[in-house]
Structure formats: C-alpha cells, structure tokens
C-alpha cells in the first residue's frame, strides 16, 4: 500500500498559472430607468467552474502544531494553489465570493509538488487546494515511519483550521478566499487511507466533510475503531487494475465497506499506482474531469447533473465509473 517515490518541495511563491481567466466579481448592473441611478449589485459568488476557468496562484506556509508528550512538535509545510483573482478578495470578507477548500494527503514519501499538475487543474476550476507534507513520511525524510500515518488525519484537521483562519483575517494571503463551511479531503495511496479514515473511521471523522476522494486507497489497519458505522460524506474512489503497490482489491474494499453514503468507484483499466495522479499523461485527463465534476455537484453543490461524471468516467476500454456498491 506505501507509494515509494520522489518528489520536490515546491518553494513559497505567488504566481499566475498558464491559462484562464478571472470571474468577475459581481453581477453587471441592470439598465436604469431614466432619471433613477440604480443600486450596486451583490457580488456574484462563483463557487466552481470548469477546468482552466481561473488562472492559478501559489503561496506556501509552514503551520507548527502544539507540541504533545507523545509527538513532540509536528511542523507542517502547506502549498495553497487558488483561483487567482487579485483583488476581488482583499478585504477578507467570508462568504462574499470564497471558494470551496480540497485538502490534500500525498502518498508516502512523496511530497506535493508530484501531484502539482492535478492540483492545480482543480484550482482551475475554482478550488483553494491545500496539500500537505506530512512531518514523517514526506520525500525528504531520510528514514519515514510510515506507522505515523494514524496521525495524518489530525494533521489535515488542523490545516483546516488554520487556513480558515487566515481567510477570516483581512489583509492575510488567503483573505476572503476559502468558504469553510464547504471542506473537501483528497488524498493518494497512504493519503488516501488517511482521508477514507476522515470520512467514515470512527476515530478520525471529520465533521461537516462535504466530499471525499480516495486515490488508490485501503482501509489502514493501525486506526483504531470502526469504519462506516455513521453516515458520511459522499466518497469517490480511484483505482488502476495494474496497480502493484496497492491492489485493486484493497480499493474496492473500502469502497464496498461504504454502505452509508453515496460512493462511486472510477475504475481505470491498465493504470498503475502513479500515472493517474502525477504528470498529465492517460489516464490522468479523465481522473481530472471526474474529480472536478464529482467537486462541483457534492462540494461546490452547483445544481450541475452527476450524469456529468458518469459520461466522463465511461470511456470504453480506459474507465468505467460505478456507485453504490456495484462493481465494475
């Protein structure tokens, strides 16, 4: 189930991604009656869009929890790709025109930038997506415990915390940007039982999670309690047939253990544990549209038909998308 690979701490930086373009910031004015100057209209909230909406920028930060007698200090360094859109949120207003939050868990030893690609295809779209690396099995950890994963899903709750404070603090980076009370999680291979425990581990639930998106994931056998036994959030999972670091099986375990919710499973006949997720080569365009179109209906709650994944995820010999326990 351990992802074993590189990757590069991606440096603190603001910038503009290659392609889109900014929402407006609020609705145009209707055409005034002669004599009548009519009022300003409200800003337009523009929870999501499509892919390549938004341009993307980049900040990095560095959130040190509080130290505790079994885990010392836990420092935690976040790269926040959002929708770039200047000034439209410098007053740090919540809920004018924030976006939804995707919280990210990479695999075990890796570090976000593997998965920059992906992440900032979602930002695109609409999403301030925060990715972590986690203090002991990042990619630059010499000797990564891998059994410190049962305290990942506190580490995500926390970064939760803190990034929705900075957005409620005007002047901050992220000022006005996040909408907390839309929060999803996202996570691959190791990252993906940490988020799968967010969502339905009796000791790791994290409340009012909106959505959940398990990347060749397994239910971790080191967590204690029970998975499933209240409703959760919806659930989408991911998983390549070829892949060797964590089998299909293990997948569709976890995804079949899910009865209280709604729960797809996006199948991609060949793929392995890494190409779905990090570069851009087949079949990572579909995972894209299928992630971005599950955000939208059950994050963003854009009113936009799930029909819309399924077409996505239904590409005859490369994917086939299934829910509710039915398997591929």
């Known amino acids: 189930m351990a992802a074993l690979g590189g990757g590069i701490y991606l440096a603190a930086q603001a910038s503009a991604g290659p392609s889109g373009h900014a929402a407006a910031a609020g609705a145009p004015a209707k055409a005034s009656k002669a004599g009548v100057t009519p009022s300003p209209s409200a800003p ?5 869009g499509s892919l390549g909406d938004y341009p993307v920028a980049q900040r990095s930060f560095t959130f040190t929890k509080p130290p505790s007698a079994t885990l010392g200090v836990r420092v935690l360094h976040v790269a926040v790709r959002f929708p770039d859109v200047g000034s439209a949120h410098a007053s740090g207003v919540p ?3 924030a976006f939804p939050l995707i919280v990210f ?17 979602w930002a695109s ?11 002991r099995t990042n990619c630059h950890v010499a000797s990564p415990d891998e059994s410190d994963l049962v305290n990942q899903p506190a580490d995500l709750a926390f970064v939760i915390r803190q990034l929705d404070r900075l957005s409620s603090e005007p002047d901050r980076p992220l000022a006005g940007l996040v909408n907390a009370s839309k929060v999803a999680v996202a996570g691959h291979s190791d990252g993906g039982d940490t988020v799968a425990a967010m969502a339905g581990m009796s000791c790791c639930r994290y409340p009012g999670l909106r959505a959940a998106i398990v990347l ?4 971790w056998p080191a967590f204690s309690g029970t998975w499933f036994t209240a409703p959760t959030a919806p659930v989408l999972f991911v998983q390549g047939t070829a892949d060797v670091w964590n089998p299909e099986a293990t997948s569709l375990q976890l995804y079949q253990a899910d ?3 709604a729960r797809y499973y996006l199948q991609l006949t060949g793929a392995d544990h890494f190409t779905p997720y990090e570069g851009d080569s ?12 599950f955000l939208d209906h059950y994050l963003a709650g854009d009113g936009l038909p799930i029909s819309a994944m399924r077409r996505a995820g239904g590409v005859a010999g490369v994917s086939g998308l299934v829910s509710g326990g039915q398997r591929p």
């Open 44 to 48: 337009v909230p523009h929870p999501s």
């Open 95 to 97: 809920g004018t025109s």
């Open 105 to 121: 868990a990479p695999g075990y030893r890796q570090c976000s930038a593997s998965y920059n690609i992906l992440l900032r295809q």
């Open 125 to 135: 779209a609409g999403y301030v997506v925060a990715a972590v690396n986690f203090p």
């Open 216 to 219: 060749a994931g397994a239910e």
């Open 259 to 261: 009865t209280s919710g």
């Open 282 to 293: 087949a079949p990572e365009p579909i995972v894209v549209q299928v992630t971005i179109d």
